[in-house]
Every structure is written in C-alpha cells, then in structure tokens.
C-alpha cells in the first residue's frame, strides 16, 4: 500500500484469488463493524449481512452466479442485504447498502485481506436465487456478495482519475487540476 493518506482508497483493488488461510471471525467482526458504520438516509441503516463460511454454499454460489468464480478459493463471502421496512423511502436502501458495501471493502483492504464486489442488484434472476439460497424474507433484498480472503495475487494501484469526468460550476466548463 502507498505511504499516501488516501492509500487505502487509491490501492484497493478487486481480488479473484486468495491463499488458503481462513480470516479469523474475529476479523469478519470488524468488517461488519465497518460496513455497518456507513452513512444512510436519515440513518435508517437498513442493511443485514449474511457471513458465509460453508464451502458447499460457496459452491452453490458458483454454480447459481456465472462471475462468482473466485469463491473456489475464498475463505468466506459476505452478503450484502436491503430491508426495504426500514429504509428511509422507496428505493433508498440501494444507496445505504453501496455505501456499506464500499465501507466493507475499504475495511478489508486496511486489514491486508482482498476482496470482490460481485453484482446482484438490479439483476433480478441473481437476486431471486440468492432470496431462495438463503431463505431470505420477501421485505429483505440481496444487493451484493462480496468475496473475501487473504490475497493470493497483488495488483498495483491504478490511474483512475479522468479530468474530462469533471466539470466546474456546471456541465459547460471543464474542471482544471
């Protein structure tokens, strides 16, 4: 990681392959601690996480998600739910539960663990195998899996920063850096 104050947001990178080490549950604590401490509207935290650590589910997973190959080796996955009873108003828990989500992997990347966002939400065949997978109430929506482990391939930090993305005080005037 860079010696920079940002360097845990600018070198977290998406990680496929893990070494065989399990995380600790005391670890996986402090992950949910952290999503957990994300912002929500009107701080209705409508967000519920299901740790999964059972390798026949984490084999289920793969055959049910066609970009969840990376659970072959994974030490857990963690799945990121919306209560929609609890969120601020139609559709909020969308917002609440990314910012979780990227809590959760900006956590993981500070502990030495990788980790990968896989999709689920909007896709709603994903979102209903995942709802019978974990027998999940009709009120309560899959929006992300996250794969987690200790890393078993290292990726340098990227140039993401695109000036023509930005605009100053308007979408006519270019943002200068």
């Known amino acids: 990681m860079g010696t920079d104050k940002l360097g845990t947001i600018l070198d977290r990178r998406s990680i496929r392959r893990f070494t065989d080490q399990k995380i600790d549950h005391e670890v996986i604590t402090q992950l949910l601690d952290a999503a957990m401490h994300a912002p929500s509207a009107v701080n209705k935290q409508p967000w ?28 857990h996955g963690i799945v990121v739910c919306g ?11 969308v917002v609440d539960c990314g910012a979780a989500t990227q809590n959760l992997l900006l956590a993981a990347h500070s502990l030495g663990l990788g980790a990968c966002w896989v999709g689920l939400h909007p896709r709603e065949g994903r979102k209903a195998a ?21 890393p078993g391939e290292k990726k340098t930090r990227a140039d993401r920063f695109h000036p023509d993305k930005v605009k100053s005080n308007g979408w006519g005037e270019p943002y200068y850096h």
């Open 48 to 75: 519920h996480f299901i740790v999964i650590d059972r390798r026949q589910l984490m084999d289920k997973i793969m055959e049910i998600h066609p970009h969840a190959g990376m659970f072959r080796t994974a030490s």
């Open 83 to 93: 209560d929609e009873s609890l969120q601020h108003d139609d559709g909020y828990w």
């Open 130 to 150: 995942f709802t019978t997978l974990l027998d999940l109430p009709s009120h309560v929506k899959p929006f992300a899996l996250v794969a987690l482990g200790y």
